[in-house]
């Protein structure tokens, strides 16, 4: 069974400051996806990660990928309030599966001014 | 602008009724539609695979009599949840794959927020 894992869980930062957000899966996959939730909102596509060494980036925000790791990173540039959200991870196995998705538990960040 | 139309956005309704949410992929053919669900502040849980013109696939613990699903055309698929009662109260969410969209992501519905009064 895929196991998909964020940390940290929840994350209060100061604006201006940097960090990373992990999200460890077990299972062999080169599909990874991270996206953004707003309270009472659906999903915001952000990075879609498809190979081992993929490095995407958006803004203050840049997404990696290491397939023999099993781990992707999303990190945050001189955050800012309007980063405030929850921020989720999720992996595709891909073959018959593809477009099924295992999400980790979600990073709640606050960005305190 | 969105490619994924979920409707309704919100139901309120007593125990025991039944409820029907209709997912569309608004410019593109999606064969596979996926059905999530998220309690609060929970993450999205898969609650079953949607095959069109073939019968759903679950996820283990989701009752299939429980939540219908029907993927009758290439851009529509729905959920009823029958006779809802309180612990149905959740956050449903769809998404879509567009054919020959290997590299893109899921495209994710706006919800529907379930509340069993």
């Known amino acids: 069974e895929l196991k998909v894992e964020q940390n940290p869980l929840f994350l209060s930062m100061q604006e201006g400051k940097n960090y990373t957000i992990y999200c460890n899966y077990s299972?062999?996959?080169?599909?990874l996806y991270w996206y953004r939730q707003d309270p009472g909102k659906s999903l915001e596509s952000l990075f879609v990660?498809?190979?081992?060494?993929a490095v995407k980036q958006e803004g203050r925000l840049m997404a990696s990928l290491d397939t023999k790791a099993r781990l992707s990173t999303l990190h945050i540039t001189a955050a800012v309030h309007d980063l405030s959200a929850t921020y989720f991870c999720?992996?595709?196995?891909?073959?018959?599966?593809?477009?099924?998705?295992?999400f980790g538990q979600g990073t709640i960040l606050t960005v305190h001014p | 602008g969105a490619v994924v139309s979920q409707h309704p956005s919100r139901v309120i309704c007593k125990s025991g009724t039944s409820v029907k949410i209709e997912c569309r992929s608004l410019d593109f053919q999606a064969t596979t539609m996926f059905w999530y669900r998220q309690f609060p502040k929970q993450s999205l849980m898969l609650m079953a695979t949607s095959n069109e013109g073939s019968k759903a696939t679950y996820e283990q613990g989701v009752e299939k009599d429980k939540f219908l699903i029907n993927h009758a055309s290439l851009t529509l698929s729905t959920l009823t949840v029958t006779s809802a009662h309180p612990e149905d109260s959740s956050f449903y969410i769809c998404s879509a794959t567009r054919l020959g969209g290997l590299n893109q992501p899921q495209h994710f519905g706006d919800g529907t927020r379930l509340s069993i009064l």
């Open positions: 990660l498809l190979s081992n060494g």
């Open positions: 299972t062999t996959s080169d599909r």
């Open positions: 999720a992996v595709d196995i891909g073959g018959t599966s593809y477009g099924k998705l295992t």
